[in-house]
């Protein structure tokens, strides 16, 4: 089965601070995917990746930048944390070729104080 | 844009209850149409999933899509109370993007 793990599980950060959450899949999946998650609001897309070097906006990017340096990882950064980003943050992998299904990793709960 | 939307919110039924959960998107273009099941504190996971019209039965989960309506639906039949959890609806948009509804909190009740 896919497996995609993150880190840290649980951070606490103060608001202005710089925040990366990190992403690791072991899938040789082409495509990764960052998603938050509040109640009410199902999960939002924040950036996803096509493969090494590449990053792309999904529909709430303001605030967060990405990072692909390797097929396996796909970093989360913000540069200057807000209470708002307080948040469960997924990422996930899925394959181009092998159709839609995405595979989530167990989450990163974001406390912004 | 594509958007998905979910009903109920949230829902309790009693063990042993057929459970329907209803999923509507806006993109008649979309080609994928799925549901995932998220367990309290945990990640999401893919449940089923449905490409054409019509319906696909895995055990005693049932999905049915009507392109025309631009719905899907999930059918649980026999509910269990380890069915209980969040369940999220999702649509195709662009390349190999998902579009996930708000999802509906499920309880059954022993």
């Known amino acids: 089965e896919a497996a995609v793990t993150q880190s840290p599980r649980n951070k606490v950060a103060v608001t202005g601070g710089k925040v990366t959450l990190s992403c690791n899949q072991t899938n040789n999946h082409n495509n990764m995917y960052w998603y938050r998650q509040d109640t009410g609001h199902g999960l939002r897309l924040i950036h996803y990746s096509y493969g090494a070097g590449s990053t792309e906006k999904g529909d709430i990017p303001d605030g967060y930048k990405a990072s692909r340096p390797s097929q396996e990882n796909f970093s989360l950064i913000l540069e200057l944390a807000t209470p708002s980003q307080t948040s469960v943050y997924f990422c996930a992998s899925g394959a181009r070729l092998g159709g839609y299904e995405q595979y989530f990793g167990p989450g990163t709960r974001l406390t912004v104080l | 844009q594509q958007k998905v939307q979910q009903s109920p919110e949230s829902l309790i039924v009693p063990e042993g209850a057929m459970t329907s959960l209803n999923c509507t998107f806006s993109d008649s273009a979309s080609q994928y149409f799925a549901w995932y099941r998220q367990h309290s504190g945990k990640a999401p996971k893919a449940l089923m999933s449905?490409?054409?019209?019509g319906e696909k039965e895995e055990g005693r989960f049932t999905i049915h899509l009507n392109k025309a309506s631009l719905h899907f639906s999930l059918h649980i039949r026999d509910s269990q109370p380890s069915d209980s959890a969040l369940y999220l609806c999702a649509a195709s948009s662009g390349s190999w993007q998902l579009i996930f509804g708000s999802g509906t909190q499920l309880t059954v009740m022993p």
């Open positions: 449905i490409f054409s019209n």
